[in-house]
């Protein structure tokens, strides 16, 4: 834990409209937003939470989201970086399936991997207001296979190599790596605290709040299975935040995000 670091892997941008980022609040109107995944290294390993957006699975499926994405910002290109492969992440954790948090999960057959237990499921059937969120089923040929889209897998992914760990309820992932259910945004989503020997923890909002904006008025994404929950997850996150002395980090903010740490930088 002393000598815990954070890497965020910057994963590109996409765009959505204002009434999506902010639900049934606005303005409207495009917002372009940051896309990025989280590289934990510790004493225990090597940990990845969340794996970014697919590019050619966006202009395919979602073109209207206007991803943005150069090669150093996929996730091979964001551990090339660090002069890391995927091969040396042992852990990848899913905060949710959306499909800009799972786009890069087919490049790691060997890894541990770990989400909700009820997050597969929930792919292989979501509710018809979830199917774009949803969409990119390549990391788990179970999914594929319940949607019919396994022309989604890469060549090699099997049930095997791409079958998950269930958990449920908060968990520690590592020591001092603390998972908080945060659910409404997705049935099975998790937040993320990280404690470090020096500084103060940060905590990872995830999709429970976009951005500080959305958090400072409990203002939640349209994108949800259960509105109710997600601002009650909203105020969790907050009381977490107070209780741990913590710093926020928020999953789509543009304008903090340009104040991130990124590439080589780290924080610990
Ligand atoms: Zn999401």
Redesign the pocket.
């Known amino acids: 834990m002393s000598d815990t670091k954070v890497y965020l892997l910057d994963g590109g941008s996409l765009i959505l409209d204002g009434y999506h980022v902010f639900w049934n609040r606005g303005p409207g109107g495009e917002i372009r937003f940051p896309v990025y995944s989280i590289l934990i290294e510790h004493a225990e390993g090597r940990f990845l939470i969340d794996t970014g957006y697919d590019y050619d699975h966006v202009m395919k499926v979602l073109p209207f989201e206007k991803p943005q994405q150069t090669k150093e910002q996929t996730i091979p290109g964001a551990l090339g970086l660090l002069g890391l492969e995927p091969k040396d992440v042992g852990v990848v954790f899913n905060s949710?399936f959306?499909f800009?948090?799972c786009g890069g999960n087919k490049y790691f057959p060997h890894a541990k991997k770990i989400c909700h237990k009820l997050e597969v499921p929930q792919t292989c059937k979501p509710e018809p207001f979830e199917m774009l969120?949803y969409s990119d089923v390549s990391f788990s040929a179970e999914a594929a296979e319940a949607r019919g889209m396994t022309d989604q897998l890469l060549e090699g992914t099997t049930r095997a190599n791409s079958t998950f760990e269930g958990i449920e309820g908060d968990i520690e992932l590592a020591k001092g790596v603390k998972l908080f259910f945060t659910p409404g945004?997705?049935i099975g989503h998790y937040s993320l605290l990280v404690e470090f020997g020096t500084r103060a923890p940060i905590l990872f909002t995830i999709?429970a709040a976009y951005t500080q904006k959305s958090l400072e008025t409990l203002c939640q994404a349209s994108?949800h299975i259960d509105p109710v929950a997600g601002v009650a997850s909203m105020r969790r996150v907050k009381q977490l935040a107070e209780d741990h002395e913590a710093e926020l980090m928020f999953s789509h903010d543009m304008e903090n995000f340009k104040t991130y740490k990124t590439g080589t930088q780290f924080y610990g």
């Open positions: 949710h959306h800009d948090h969120g945004h997705s999709d994108f």
